[in-house]
């Protein structure tokens, strides 16, 4: 079992940053592949950034690359999320999930998420 509890979220204007911390409890989190999500409002979850076990592979979706970067500290139990360049259309709930076969099973554990504004 996995807890995953996000911070950093807040209220930033167009053009700034933030970093979105997603701390996971127990001694097994260097065998999970991480990823951050986000749901708008009004609109369903999506895809944001996933990152490998040894942090040494990421992926984005094509909206944040150049502008968000995803890590992890395996020593701290922790993935992060940095966002720069923020744009109103960022402005989200943004989640971290947890899975060890993404690709079969998806994600098997999900934080409670954390809001992000970006005010125009």
């Known amino acids: 079992q996995v807890q995953l509890v996000e911070s950093g979220g807040g209220l930033v204007q167009a053009g700034g940053s933030l970093r979105l911390s997603c701390a996971a409890s127990?001694?097994?989190?260097?065998?999970?592949?991480m990823g951050w999500f986000r749901q708008p409002p009004g609109k369903g979850r999506e895809f944001v950034a996933r990152?490998?076990?040894?942090?040494?592979?990421?992926y984005y979706t094509d909206s944040v690359k150049g502008r968000f970067t995803i890590s992890r500290d395996n020593a701290k139990n922790t993935v992060y999320l940095q966002m720069n360049s923020l744009k109103p259309e960022d402005t989200a709930v943004y989640y971290c999930?947890?899975?060890?076969?993404?690709?079969?099973?998806?994600?098997?554990?999900w934080g409670q998420g954390t809001q992000v504004t970006v005010s125009s």
């Open positions: 127990g001694r097994t989190f260097s065998t999970y592949l």
């Open positions: 990152i490998s076990r040894s942090g040494g592979t990421t």
């Open positions: 999930a947890a899975g060890t076969d993404i690709l079969t099973r998806g994600y098997d554990y």
